[in-house]
């Protein structure tokens, strides 16, 4: 092997070894700067308040839907009810970016209450109360 040849060599390993670490921290700082906007999206879309029910009935069943939209998603309480005289806080992550959304309230039957529904912009609502 001339100099030359030994020369090349060590050039074309430093080439190499420099473009791996490049492309090393290209990866790195991509995920990181991933990471970091899916971190603040998600807590920029979840909506949080304090929903109390100032009734004298058992509020079984809370739906939202952002305004426009034509049909309630499911039911916020799941399985739970909310008491006379409770409070319960609730969220809503939904992943949209909107902030006004219809809201329906549903008694337990034989209460005598209707089923009532409002909208709110629950990105500045911090507690909701419902009553007769």
């Known amino acids: 092997m001339t100099p030359l040849t030994s020369a090349?060599?060590?050039a074309s390993v430093?080439?190499?070894?420099e473009a791996i670490a490049y492309m090393k921290t290209k990866l790195v700082l991509t995920a990181l700067a991933l990471f970091a906007a899916t971190t603040f999206e998600a807590q920029?879309?979840?909506?949080?308040?304090?929903?109390?029910n100032n009734t004298n009935a058992v509020l079984t069943n809370f739906y939202t839907s952002p305004v426009g939209v034509n049909e309630w998603e499911g039911d916020v309480f799941g399985r739970q009810v909310l008491n006379p005289g409770e409070d319960m806080?609730?969220?809503?992550?939904?992943?949209?970016?909107?902030?006004?959304?219809?809201?329906?309230?549903?008694?337990?039957?034989g209460s005598g209450l209707d089923t009532t529904e409002?909208?709110?912009?629950l990105c500045?609502?911090?507690?909701?109360?419902?009553?007769e």
Do not use: N, P
């Open 118 to 121: 409002d909208m709110q912009d």
């Open 124 to 131: 500045e609502l911090g507690e909701y109360t419902i009553h």
């Open 89 to 109: 806080e609730i969220t809503i992550a939904d992943g949209r970016e909107v902030c006004k959304y219809d809201m329906r309230f549903e008694f337990e039957e």
């Open 8 to 10: 090349a060599s060590v």
């Open 14 to 17: 430093i080439i190499k070894t």
């Open 44 to 52: 920029a879309e979840d909506l949080v308040f304090k929903l109390k």
